[in-house]
């Protein structure tokens, strides 16, 4: 039940590295924004650094020459063509301002936003010698996210969960509506009430289909003796995994 989390961290390459550190040096679980990079900083991480690169400032100019479409809002209408955003319901109270708002206010549906090649977590499970388990998420968030919003990374049973006398469990997808039903909490308590692993990843993300039958997203479980298994929905998701009597990583693919 060691937790260390960092979120809307800028300027701090190592995610991952400020969030142990969090864990291992701080009574707190989770530290957010600016004061999350000094602390990294403070704590020896390299930085501030430049996290742009020419391929994500090139992604970001055709965004925004596209009017900012994608995005992530709902129900509402920009003053202009990439904002600022006002809700539907004042338009009749703010006449002049958003009296020229078209149709590019339009939602786009979910499955637009998120897929395989939207987002970038990387999450990973690791038993120890002692058979101590620990597990851990990284991402750079969703593509075209909102400034400031947070997604599944850092909550812990969400993208992530592990307990020494059960297993763990890794997330990725759609981590807006992911963090909602609590995923790996959900697989990691499957397993221990005595569920298997495949049956435990199976169970958690059917819980979400039914609710959001078109989301994107995967879990893997691994048990405490070493068992794996994933589950996924909505896409054709592959984990690798290694041990010490295989001479090399080995990749599983997983069906919806």
């Known amino acids: 039940m060691e937790v260390g989390a960092v979120a809307s961290m800028r300027y701090v390459k190592d995610g991952i590295?400020?969030?142990?550190?969090?864990?291992?040096?701080?009574?707190h679980?989770?530290?957010?924004?600016?004061r999350a990079s000094i602390?990294?900083?403070?704590?020896?991480?390299?930085?501030?650094?430049?996290?742009?690169?020419?391929?994500?400032?090139?992604?970001?100019?055709?965004?925004?020459?596209?009017?900012?479409?994608?995005?992530?809002?709902?129900?509402?209408?920009?003053?202009?063509?990439?904002?600022?955003?006002?809700?539907?319901?004042?338009?009749g109270h703010n006449k002049g301002i958003c009296s020229?708002?078209?149709?590019?206010?339009?939602?786009?549906?979910?499955?637009?936003?998120v897929g395989p090649h939207s987002h970038d977590t990387i999450s990973m499970a690791v038993i120890d010698k002692m058979g101590h388990v620990a597990v851990g998420t990284s991402t750079n968030g969703a593509t075209f996210k909102i400034s400031g919003r947070v997604g599944d990374g850092p909550i812990a049973g969400s993208a992530a969960y592990a307990d020494d006398g059960v297993g763990a469990c890794g997330a990725t997808g759609d981590g807006d509506i992911m963090m909602r039903?609590?995923?790996?909490?959900?697989?990691?308590?499957?397993?221990?009430?005595?569920?298997?692993?495949?049956?435990?990843?199976?169970?958690?993300?059917?819980?979400i289909a039914r609710k959001f039958p078109d989301f994107m997203g995967a879990v893997v479980a691994i048990n405490k003796d070493?068992?794996?298994?994933?589950?996924?929905?909505?896409?054709?998701?592959?984990y690798s995994v290694r041990s010490p009597d295989m001479d090399d990583v080995k990749v599983f693919t997983v069906l919806p």
Request: net charge neutral; glycine share 8%.
């Open 17 to 27: 590295k400020a969030a142990r550190l969090v864990m291992q040096h701080t009574k």
């Open 29 to 34: 679980t989770m530290l957010v924004g600016e």
């Open 39 to 91: 602390f990294a900083i403070s704590m020896g991480l390299p930085g501030p650094t430049n996290l742009s690169s020419s391929e994500s400032m090139e992604k970001w100019t055709r965004w925004k020459e596209n009017n900012c479409q994608p995005n992530f809002r709902k129900n509402v209408v920009p003053v202009d063509s990439c904002g600022p955003y006002q809700p539907k319901d004042n338009l």
């Open 100 to 113: 020229e708002a078209n149709s590019i206010g339009t939602i786009e549906s979910r499955t637009c936003l």
């Open 181 to 207: 039903f609590l995923p790996c909490y959900q697989v990691v308590e499957s397993m221990r009430q005595g569920m298997e692993p495949e049956l435990a990843a199976k169970d958690a993300i059917s819980r």
């Open 226 to 238: 070493g068992v794996h298994a994933g589950a996924c929905h909505g896409w054709t998701f592959q």
